[in-house]
């Protein structure tokens, strides 16, 4: 075995107690060997020193010792590191050591590698890398991190990463070399070079197809497509020439767009026929067949198709198919015309992507010339359908659509026939010829009968006969010697009924018409069809216009005649609305009547339907007619007639004049219209027209007739009521004057004998108990008489309490009926409105609390309690004084009267703009006084109210307070009674101040608020 350099003796190997551990890392194994290198250095100079003895120094034992254990734990560490590592000695290229991980790698033992180089082993895989880092390693001492390609054992490559560096062991130059496999680096890098490669090559080939896509929807012109889609390939592959082939019917193909490096490879335009190219290849293009060829002199390829390709200059070629519409339309060719070419994946993804956008380009190109095409025809279609319509004329509509589908079809013949079944014929009605000498088919009679073209069209078929001398039959065997060549013939339709046909006629016995020129002469045929009937309309039309137009006088007539009666009936109605007088009423509606409708005449009759008698009471007579004015006649003389009136119907009829005749029907002899005037669904009279007994009346007559004796009817109606409602009038009139006069009469015959008794009334109590006139006056206001009898024996068997109740009742009516005569009297000195006001300023804040200070008292015996909440500095106020305290004090006794024991009695004053309240009985009805109420609208008035507390008016009653002798039942806690007729006089006083008041009454209280302005207006 060969001794390992590296490798301590065995006896120092015990004694090492600092070997490195096995997995010191390679920059610490480098850091300890550069500073053994150091030491080294260090020794070989003092070797070479001159010594002075032979005896070793204590140092020196020292550095021995170290250098030992260094060589320890440099072997271990050598041993057992990951990384490669081994020993070659620099002279012969020999292994002198190698570790695990280095005989790992390469798969070899350590046997087989010591004593051995590299050479011999075979690891290394080129002798130029190899020799190239010796090289650089003697040249520098080290090598740092190159890549190396070397071979295992077992033949597999590996990449590593090796480091060597120069060291001198035991005397002698070494290599020390560490390596690493990055053989699955290498190869992860490799393949995401490839994959980036890929990626960069399909953004190329996406970026190159968005372009060209981009350029297909730019342009609509397919040459320019084509053109563009070449160029930009042929760039993107560095091929020599792209070509686009297009196929003809028979399979052969023209170059249709081509882009070359030299125009030498030009084949644009050249017609190819590929005699290999049959059936079995078209089926595999069909289905997107994609064919390449790297080299075509070694291809395997038949003779003839090598032959094509050598003349065409290829050497090598990819192929794809060009599918419009799943149609194989033409082939996208790649060539390189002056080398070989392997080609590679993303080349025929490229084209195969191309060819799918050129379908797509060549399908809107052929679509936008097709609809170019038809928008050319259609326009052309269009003109002749608008030169069809600018006529009415059958003769000029045929001329011009034979004319037109002439020029625009360039065909030779253009005719319209018409079929004519009553005649069994097919009459040629218009013809138009492309050139003179064609003979003229113009006025052509074709029989109808065993007609085999004739029947086609009566079955509404497009019949197209391409060879007439061939396919006529027996009927049209003549024609087709005179007219030969091919025929196409569509069908005129009128509605559902075939009316002629359109033919079209070339002299080319074989062409073929083209579906475009079949539709085009379909649409000029439905147009002819549209047209004929238009022309027949126009004559109905115009027949029926006449017609018209003769209805329409008649109509017009009808409507000026329905005018100007509406126009009579309006005059009539506000004629007879605006009078209120009978005799007037009726007088002018016969008038009118008879005037506005030329009448001979005309009369009403009035019913007395108890005695079943017409009276005729009004009458306007214009011609011959007899008078009847003020005739009596008996229903029973027209029973048939009056049966109809009487049912509300009007009747027309004549009757013959009878001469001499006693018994004649009134005014027989004549046109008569008899009209009921029906008042509320009763007939109350007739109306009677008269014309000419040859005349008649007509709708508008009746109609009009009916509505005046209508309006006549409510009239009367209206002048009966209106002469009940004055008669009624009238008389309240006069029972409100005897009324008046009866309570002025009254009043003042009341008023004297009431004065009488209540003075009878004192003198007799001043006899009875002996007092005064002045303690009779001094004694009244108490509950109970307090007198002293002077003479007892005068009082024997007198009750003296009961003669004390007696006189009280006594004196009370008497009070209550003298008040009442003076209220009757102010009530009607109010309705008068005779008196003028008597006009005083006053202060408000003083006037209130002196008018209620007799009430303080009165309000204290009845345990009420009078307060005063007054706005400070009322403005004063300008009205008259009487009126007002006769108000207040009204308000204030009825606030004390119906006020129980316990409650609260407030007089409130303020200033306010006028408002609506909730409850307003206005004062003012529409009179002057309510006209300067709107004026002060926004003025300032005085809000004067009186609240009582402890008692309610119902809701039902507060609009009744104020009517005359009207009471609230049960609302009268001391006992006091009343006229009635207080809160009456209050809205009277009120309204002739120009005042208002009202009342709000809830919650246990009622307030009486009066408003007034602070100054009343003249």
Known sequence: MTENPLEPPLEHAHQSHNAPDADM???????????????????????????????????????????????????????????AMSLIDLESEKFLDANNSFLGLFGFTREEVLGRTSLELGMWVSSVERANAISLLKSSRELCNFECSCRTKQGDTKTLLASCEIITLDGRDCILTLAKDITERKQAERHLQEALLREQQAIERERLIAKIAHNIRRFLDLQQILTIAVKEVRHFLQVDRVVIYQFHSDWSGQIVAESVSDSTFSLLNRVIHDPCFGGSMLDPYRNGRIHWIDDVTAANLTPCYQDLLMNLNVRAALVLPILVRQELWGLLAAHQCTEPRRWQEFNWLLLQQLSTQLAIGIYQANLYQQLQQQAQREQALNQVIQDIRNSLDLNTIFATATSEVGSLLQVDRAEIVQYLPDQAIWLNVSSYRRTANLPNALGLRI????????????????????????????????????????????????????????????????????????????????????????????????????????????????????????????????????????????????????????????????????????????EHIETELPTAHGRALPMSDLPDLYRQLLQGRPAQFCHPRIPDNPSEVPRSGFAILACPMIDNGQVIGDMWLFKASEAVFDTLEIRLAQQVANQC????????????????????????????????????????????????????????????????????????????????????????????????????????????????????????????????????????????????????????????????????????????????????????KYSPPGARIIVAATVETAAEPEILLEAIPNTEANIHCASQANQPWLWLSVTNTGVEIPKHEQYLIFENFYRIPNNDPWKHGGTGLGLALVKKLLHRLQGRIHVDSGLNQTTFTIQLPLRIEG
Not at 718 to 740: F, G, H, M, T, W
């Open 447 to 618: 029989p109808d009968t065993n007609n085999s073209i004739a029947a086609q069209l009566k079955a509404n078929q497009i019949v197209q006969v391409i060879d007439y001398g061939k396919e006529a039959d027996c009927t049209n065997q003549p024609l087709a010697q005179q007219y030969p060549g091919s025929w196409v013939l569509v069908p005129l339709n009128v509605g559902d009924i075939v009316w002629g046909s359109l033919s079209l006629n070339r002299c080319d016995p074989q062409w073929q018409w083209q579906e475009w020129e079949l539709d085009l002469v379909r649409a000029v045929a439905n147009q002819l069809g549209i047209a004929i009937q238009q022309s027949q309309l126009y004559t109905e039309i115009q027949d029926f216009n006449e017609q018209l137009e003769d209805l329409v006088q008649f109509r017009t007539a009808q409507l000026q005649k329905a005018l100007e009666f509406e126009a009579l009936l309006k005059r009539m109605t506000d004629r007879v609305r605006d009078s209120l007088d009978e005799q007037q009423i009726l007088q002018s509606a016969v008038t009118e009547l008879t005037q506005g409708l030329t009448l001979y005449g005309c009369g009403t009759a009035l019913y007395d339907l108890e005695k079943q008698i017409s009276t005729i009471c009004f």
């Open 25 to 83: 890392s390679r920059e610490q194994l480098m850091a300890e060997l550069e500073r053994l290198r150091s030491r080294v250095s260090e020794l070989e100079e003092s070797v070479t020193k001159p010594t002075v003895t032979a005896a070793v120094s204590p140092d020196e034992l020292v550095l021995q010792a170290y250098e030992e254990r260094f060589r320890q734990r440099f072997s271990r560490a050598f041993r057992f590191s990951p990384d």
């Open 713 to 896: 009817a409510i009239a009367l109606r209206q002048s009966r009521l209106y002469q009940a409602a004055q008669a009624q009038v009238q008389e309240l009139e006069r029972l409100n004057r005897l009324k008046d006069d009866f309570l002025s009469t009254v009043s003042h015959e009341l008023r004297t004998p009431m004065s009488s008794i209540k003075m009878a009334t004192q003198m007799l109590e001043v006899l009875l108990f002996e007092t005064t006139p002045s303690a009779v006056l001094a004694t009244r206001s108490h509950q109970r008489w307090e007198t002293t009898v002077t003479d007892p024996s005068r009082s024997t068997g007198l009750d003296l309490q009961k003669i004390e109740r007696y006189f009280h009742i006594l004196q009370d009516e008497c009070d209550r009926e003298i008040r009442l005569i003076n209220d009757l009297l102010d009530l009607s000195r109010l309705d008068a409105g005779t008196e003028p006001l008597m006009l005083m300023t006053i202060d408000p804040n003083i006037w209130i609390p002196h008018i209620a200070e007799p009430f303080v008292e009165l309000a204290h015996r009845q345990q009420q309690q009078l307060e005063f909440h007054l706005l400070n500095d009322l403005p004063t106020l300008t009205t008259d004084l009487s009126d007002l305290e006769r108000v207040f004090t009204e308000l204030l006794n009825n606030a004390c």
